[in-house]
């Protein structure tokens, strides 16, 4: 037995060396929406043999197959629940079509919101790690790279969205067949679908690449704040790279209740819509990171691919880094270095907490591989200079282009055109556990004053100036870094600040002096609504005979789409006793609706903790956290079960 086990992912792990998959032609139809029961799943692959072998396979998690042939012709095959393998006598150089159709129920990686109460009535996929096998047949293993040519049978009314770009669109009396084609290939993990229902605006890059921009129809005033930059970015960043954007269009694609901030599937960006923001809510959560981050992979993680997670940071630090350098370009020098500088912290503090890795450890944190990741690139960069940096990023894009890359693959480019042996930097940056910090603030305090001034500017350290610096000019970052070590310190002047010193203000100076009453009252106004929020809790909390008044000046506020500031007022309403007196069972139940299945997680999740707080989770709210449970979004699985735990033992 364990021979045959042996044998078995000795198989399974070194196909690579003895076969190339080259193009995928598939057509998948969305029976779910029963569009037509005669219409099947079909696929065709086309791939060469390297060297001879008695049998390939693919991976296909749970599937059921028919008609499974080789070059037309019948062909033994299995199909053991995880891969389809056909077994033939293969030898070296041939060229074959495999072709069959298939039957799929996918449990993970293609997930089906909104079906049984049509609330949102979204399909989308989410391919990393290996999942795209769960619905679509392919190649969990990222070094195989395929042209993947998608087609889709959908109802009409729905949007269709996938790689590459669309060649036809074909209407029936129920259905619509979407017909969509790539040019060059790719790992299977960055495959996407999007179904739903959309507008989109459309921007063309200085270069003529069409820019598309996806919103749900009810969301137009949204568009502009939540899609800011996009065009800036994307022509900054293919000037920055030095190498045209390598594929065919981009999309970008809001879904509900997505397993993460953003995925860069290739040509088609699937996003968080907690993400698309209106003109307030863009100050305080805005995509732009987000969106430049994913716009970044199109070249790092989908053009070259890291080999395997050792090499993870070839991603992931440079989606970062770049990400950075784009944001450098909207929003200036010292947002660019206050942020490098917060990311050097955070990676010190993982160290003081005895968790940090080399970043060259599979197992690393995200912030090692995001933030030091980016790290390496900006101290190779001071180290080397900004012409050798770039050019040998444009090197390296274009010999590894469309192929799998290691760590050593990047640093030799550099070295190269730098003429220097770059093995003490790799050791320092990359692989020693602990991260340079001191190193990192260094490069920081030499290129920028107003890091220097930050790092000057420390209360906890010396109190005597604390006061001028609230007074007089010093950058907002720090004069919020006062308020956060000495909120005591601040007078009503201090209120005559932008709105991220007005935001500490409201985070930091919980207990209000009576003096500042007016001045404090005016954050009801500012345009943010983590400010609003945290102003009307702190307000209606020390000043007990206002609360009505309080009240009645946000009862039109919603905040971002977790509905921040409308929670808190629903519960503060309830806690309020002489404000509308006669409305308080409607507004419990405005409260207790937003636990329901209609709404995303992160509303349903918060609406779960306000009414265990105010301990009014009865019987709708607890059978909505049953429902909860079995969401596919893991943290709200893991919070509803922890909180109908705690809920069963305090029956009382
Ligand atoms: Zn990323």
Not at 248 to 277: C, R, W
Not at 378 to 385: E, S
Request: proline share 2%; with cysteine.
């Amino acid at each position: 037995m364990l021979f045959c086990l042996f044998s078995v992912s000795l198989t399974f792990a070194q196909q690579l060396d003895f076969v190339d998959f080259k193009r995928v032609e598939a057509l998948v139809v969305f029976n779910q929406f029963a569009v037509d029961s005669t219409v099947y799943n079909s696929y065709e692959v086309d791939f060469k043999i390297k060297s001879a072998t008695d049998s390939i396979y693919l991976d296909a998690v749970g599937m059921r197959f028919k008609h499974v042939a080789l070059n037309n012709t019948a062909v033994t095959y299995k199909n053991d629940g995880k891969h389809l393998i056909i077994y033939k006598d293969f030898k070296s150089n041939e060229l074959h079509t495999l072709s069959f159709v298939f039957f799929s129920a996918p449990k993970k990686a293609m997930y089906f919101l909104g079906w049984e109460n049509e609330a949102k009535n979204q399909i989308w996929t989410q391919g990393q790690g290996k999942y795209t096998s769960n619905w679509l047949p392919s190649i969990d293993d990222v070094n195989d790279k395929i042209e993947f040519d998608l087609s889709f049978v959908a109802p009409n009314g729905y949007d269709v969205i996938s790689n590459g770009k669309l060649t036809s669109k074909t209407e029936s009396a129920r259905s619509t067949l979407w017909e969509y084609n790539m040019q060059n290939p790719m790992s299977s993990y960055l495959v996407a679908v999007v179904v739903g229902k959309y507008n989109k605006k459309v921007e063309v890059s200085n270069s003529g690449i069409p820019l598309s921009y996806y919103y749900y129809p009810e969301d137009s005033l949204k568009v502009e704040p939540t899609y800011r930059y996009s065009k800036q970015m994307f022509d900054f960043l293919e000037e920055e790279i030095g190498v045209v954007y390598p594929w065919q269009n981009y999309k970008q694609i809001p879904v509900h209740d997505f397993l993460y901030a953003g995925m860069e599937n290739t040509s088609a960006t699937i996003f968080s819509d907690a993400f698309v923001v209106d003109a307030i809510g863009f100050n305080d959560k805005n995509y732009v990171n987000v969106n430049a981050h994913e716009l970044a992979h199109q070249w790092f993680g989908n053009l070259v691919t890291a080999k395997s997670s050792e090499h993870h940071w070839l991603q992931e630090g440079f989606a970062t880094y770049y990400a950075l350098l784009a944001e450098r370009q909207v929003f200036g020098l010292d947002y660019f270095y206050f942020k490098l500088y917060e990311s050097a912290q955070d990676l010190g503090k993982q160290d003081i907490a005895g968790v940090g890795t080399s970043l060259l450890n599979p197992k690393a944190s995200s912030l090692t591989f995001y933030q030091r990741g980016a790290w390496v690139l900006h101290a190779l960069r001071d180290k080397v200079g900004d012409v050798i940096f770039k050019q040998a990023v444009q090197n390296y894009l274009k010999k590894y282009q469309f192929k799998a890359v290691e760590t050593v693959d990047f640093i030799s480019e550099v070295e190269t055109l730098a003429e220097q042996n770059l093995a003490d930097f790799v050791n320092v940056w990359l692989v020693q556990k602990e991260f340079p910090f001191d190193a990192a603030v260094g490069v920081l305090k030499k290129q920028s004053e107003h890091i220097q001034e930050y790092i000057m500017v420390d209360c906890e350290a010396k109190t005597s100036k604390c006061e001028d610096y609230l007074k007089y000019y010093v950058s907002d970052e720090a004069k919020a870094k006062v308020i956060a070590q000495m909120p005591q310190l601040v007078t009503k002047t201090v209120f005559n600040n932008g709105l991220k010193v007005r935001q500490a203000i409201s985070e930091h100076v919980a207990k209000i002096p009576v003096s500042l009453k007016l001045d404090y009252e005016s954050l009801l106004e500012d345009e943010s609504y983590i400010t609003i929020e945290n102003a009307l809790y702190n307000l209606w909390v020390n000043f007990p005979l206002e609360r009505s008044k309080y009240l009645s000046k946000t009862k039109n506020v919603s905040g971002f789409n977790d509905k921040n500031v409308r929670l808190l007022w629903l519960v503060l309403n309830l806690n309020t006793p002489e404000y509308q007196s006669d409305k308080k069972q409607a507004v419990y139940n405005e409260l207790v609706s937003y636990t329901g299945v209609a709404y995303n997680a992160d509303l349903r999740r918060s609406a779960f903790e306000y009414l265990d707080v105010i301990k009014g989770c009865e019987e709708q709210c607890k059978s909505n956290l049953e429902t909860a449970k079995s969401h596919h979004n893991w943290r709200l699985v893991k919070f509803a079960k922890q909180l109908a735990e705690k809920l069963a033992q305090n029956k009382e």
